[in-house]
């Protein structure tokens, strides 16, 4: 059963739309990255999807719960939010079994599951020294302990890495895949640190101006940007001049010959259009220009990210 089904959400805020139809689902284990740039509509989808704001259109379950059940919702989700504020007097045991007793634990089972948890994320050291002496990376892992607190089925970070130094970064990312992995939730996660997805997450949601630009596997979403970037074509060499004639004519594509590697051409998509490499094909076919190989370029994420967001701008 999927984890998370959304179906067409919307948010609108005036004239201005944040979030615009978006559509996806998610597994049981699943890490998605979402991504986009600032303003692109990631916490407006977090907080849709963790009953805060509600939808201008579309709709959403979890588990199976309706997304107007909000109650039901939230005892089934964690959520660290995007600035999250905690009580400074408080010291980090207190808060997590005050959080606790919140969702309805007894006190001794509070108490069993802040232990757990600050062992989890590694603040059991700290545990009675008052928030206000934590650095922003034990805030965030006390943040993190504190989103699961209910056992959650699918946890929503938003940003959990941000302002965290390297070492920071490394055990917030080792918490959430120790989440997935161990407790079977589904962890929504949204940043800007491209490396860190193409670490830990199994799928990627990359949003642009509140539109969904490409989901899927992370080496899937790579895939399919990455084969509208860059490929080379091979033909027999005595056909070269012909095929790079015949490439010319067609649109979206700069066609480029290698004097060592005659019957090699290098072919770019040029950013206006999007998928030139059917229509290279086909006129090939047409002329009658048998292609030997043609393979697309590997590109990293952030190449694939990069692209996908500044063909959008235009
Ligand atoms: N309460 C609100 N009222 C009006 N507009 C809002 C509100 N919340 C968000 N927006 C607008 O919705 C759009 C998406 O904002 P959102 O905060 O979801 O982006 P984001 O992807 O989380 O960006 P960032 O990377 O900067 O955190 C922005 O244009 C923002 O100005
Ligand atoms: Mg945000």
């Not at 056992?151 to 989440?179: K, N």
Request: charged share 25%; with cysteine; hydrophobic share 40%.
């Amino acid at each position: 059963m999927s984890s998370l089904e959304v179906v067409q959400l919307s948010k609108r805020f005036g004239a201005r739309t944040a979030v615009d139809a978006l559509s996806f689902s998610t597994r049981q284990g699943d890490i998605i990255g979402l991504l986009g740039p600032n303003g692109a509509g990631k916490t407006t989808t977090i907080r849709l999807l963790t009953t805060i704001l509600r939808p201008s259109g579309g709709s959403f379950s979890l588990t199976g719960i309706p997304g107007e059940h909000q109650a039901a919702i939230r005892e089934r989700i964690g959520v660290l939010p995007e600035s999250a504020g905690y009580p400074a007097r408080q010291t980090g045991w207190e808060y997590l079994r005050y959080s606790a007793r919140l969702f309805g634990l007894g006190r001794v089972e509070s108490a069993n599951v802040t232990d757990r948890l600050l062992a989890d994320v590694g603040l059991s050291d700290r545990a009675g020294s008052r928030i206000s002496t934590y650095s922003r990376g034990m805030r965030q892992r006390l943040g993190i302990a504190r989103a699961l607190v209910n056992d959650p089925a699918v946890v929503f970070l938003d940003e959990p890495t941000l302002g965290l130094d390297p070492a920071g970064q490394r055990e917030i990312l080792a918490a959430v895949r120790d989440i997935a992995q161990r407790r079977g939730a589904t962890v929504l996660l949204s940043t800007h640190t491209l490396t860190e997805v193409e670490q830990i997450c199994t799928n990627l949601l990359i949003l642009n101006r509140g539109k969904l630009l490409a989901a899927g596997t992370v080496s899937d979403v790579i895939a399919t940007v990455g084969a509208r970037r860059s490929g080379r074509l091979r033909v027999a060499p005595d056909l070269t001049p012909l095929a790079q004639a015949t490439l010319d004519t067609v649109n979206g594509l700069k066609v480029t010959g290698d004097p060592d590697h005659p019957g090699e051409l290098r072919l770019e998509a040029i950013s206006s259009a999007r998928d030139p490499w059917d229509n290279a094909l086909r006129a090939l076919l047409d002329a009658r220009i048998a292609v030997l190989a043609f393979d697309t370029d590997a590109t990293r994420l952030s190449d694939a990210f990069l692209s996908l967001t500044e063909e959008d701008q235009t």
